[in-house]
């Protein structure tokens, strides 16, 4: 996946209500910028760290300026939850996740379940695929780790991709850590054992979990390999 346009660089001085951060730029204008990050981004959002932004001046939007890289420890993390479907879609056209190649048909954000839309649903491969995909920024030692506040809304996705694989679909939880640093994926039960537990509770009941890692640049954001998903 490609940026629409070069970013900006600047400093995080800091991040408030949820949605927003101021961020001196490197010319030393200081800007409001959205990010679309609903996770409390530990690690992620340390005062004085170098971030990246988008500019979009003729959206109309109130905020034109978006947050979606930071520097950690040299490597940048993608912080902006709105692309990860974005890179999946592109990579599952392209055939780079082998455990999802062959589908004919890819749709986005479809409805099921009680009341959610699914990421991705893959047809045209015997029964139905759907896919739930998660941004993991979280960092534990040598893993990436997920998720990085209490998701009550994670816990119900689970809970409906175990019903889909009950009626027949195959079901697909993919964790896209966005960043190149970290060797595998595991439930960060530290923060939220509740969602961990349904995490191995639906992998028993057929839920297939899928970990990939991305390398992203000022360029664009490229799927790197697949790790292992370690919930011992």
């Excluded at 600047?10 to 101021?22: C, I, P, T």
């Excluded at 190149?180 to 994926?185: F, G, Q, R, W």
């Amino acid at each position: 996946m490609r940026f629409d346009r070069p970013l900006a660089i600047g400093a995080l001085l800091r991040r408030y209500k949820r949605f927003m951060a101021d961020i001196r730029l490197d010319d030393g204008s200081e800007i409001v910028a959205h990010i679309a990050n609903t996770g409390s981004m530990a690690g992620c959002a340390t005062v004085g760290s170098k971030v990246a932004l988008s500019h979009h001046p003729d959206s109309g939007r109130k905020l034109p300026w978006s947050w979606e890289l930071v520097d950690v420890g040299g490597f940048w993390v993608c912080v902006n939850t709105a692309l990860p479907n974005r890179i999946v879609e592109e990579a599952i056209r392209s055939g780079r996740i082998g455990p999802l190649r062959g589908y004919k048909e890819l749709a986005r954000e479809v409805p099921y379940g009680a009341r959610s839309r699914i990421d991705i649903k893959l047809l045209g491969k015997g029964r139905p695929c759907f896919v739930e995909v998660k941004n993991v920024t979280l960092r534990v030692g040598r893993r990436a780790a997920f998720p990085d506040s209490v998701t009550e809304r994670g816990r119900r996705h689970l809970e409906e991709l175990s019903q889909q694989v009950r009626e027949g679909a195959r079901a697909v939880m993919l964790f896209l850590v966005n960043r190149a640093d970290c060797s595998a994926l595991s439930s960060a039960d530290h923060i939220d054992p509740a969602y961990g537990a349904t995490l191995r509770r639906v992998q028993g009941e057929g839920v297939e979990l899928l970990a990939y890692r991305t390398r992203p640049t000022l360029g664009g954001i490229t799927i790197e390999k697949k790790l292992p998903v370690r919930l011992d």
